[in-house]
Every structure is written in structure tokens, then in C-alpha cells.
Nanobody, 119 residues
Framework: QVQLVESGGGLVQAGGSLRLSCAAS????????IGWYRQAPGKQRELVAT??????NYADSVKGRFTVSRDYVKNTVYLQMNSLQPEDTAVYYC??????????????WGQGTQVTVSS
């Protein structure tokens, strides 16, 4: 089992920065991919950035502005968000994927942290 707790959200002006943190606990060694999703009001949840041992993926909308990183000692993943725009306003969720079998996996989700960007 994996537990995920996000923090670092808040209200910022356009052009500002925030750093989100996701603290993982439990069977953290079993996490093969971890990252961030977001859900804006009235929108579907979308991928923001993920990190694994082999790759880092970013949504096109955040590439060049956001940076995802992982601290294995602290069992924490970060999302550094720069040049924030109002369209980045959303609840940001931490997600971790664990392989459970030859062709299956299990997803774990944090509770979310609100990011609001004002113009």
C-alpha cells in the first residue's frame, strides 16, 4: 500500500511560481512511476508530469515551465511550477503506479492540493 499527501498549493499571480510536494509512505520501493495530474473546474483530470527510472513525461501545456523531480531519500516527488498562468488553475493530484502482476498495475492517489492563478 502507498499513501500520498500533497502540499504546497495556494494562490499566486500570473507569472508566479509554486512548488508542490507529494510525500509518499508505505511500500514506496514498489512505486515504478509517480507524478502529477490536475483537474480544472468543469474539466477532466489530465496528466501534468510523471517520472520513472527511465523517463520523464510532461504535458505539452506545461513543458518548459514545470519541472518534476523525485527525492528517493525523502520519498517525495516535487513539481516546480514557474510562469504560472490562469489556465493552470486546478486541483493538483499526486499519483503513483505500482506493478501488481505481469500485465496489471495499481494506482494510488493523493487528496489533492488547490492551485489558483489570478490574472
Amino acid at each position: 500500500q502507498v499513501q500520498l499527501v500533497e502540499s504546497g498549493g495556494g494562490l499566486v499571480q500570473a507569472g508566479g511560481s509554486l512548488r508542490l510536494s507529494c510525500a509518499a509512505s508505505g511500500s514506496t520501493a514498489s512505486i515504478v512511476v509517480i507524478g502529477w495530474y490536475r483537474q480544472a473546474p468543469g474539466k477532466q483530470r489530465e496528466l501534468v508530469a510523471t517520472i520513472s527510472s527511465s523517463r520523464i513525461n510532461y504535458a505539452d501545456s506545461v513543458k518548459g515551465r514545470f519541472t518534476v523531480s523525485r527525492d528517493y531519500v525523502k520519498n517525495t516527488v516535487y513539481l516546480q511550477m514557474n510562469s504560472l498562468q490562469p489556465e493552470d488553475t486546478a486541483v493538483y493530484y499526486c499519483n503513483a503506479g505500482v506493478i501488481t502482476g505481469p500485465t496489471t498495475h495499481r494506482d494510488y492517489w493523493g487528496q489533492g492540493t488547490q492551485v489558483t492563478v489570478s490574472s
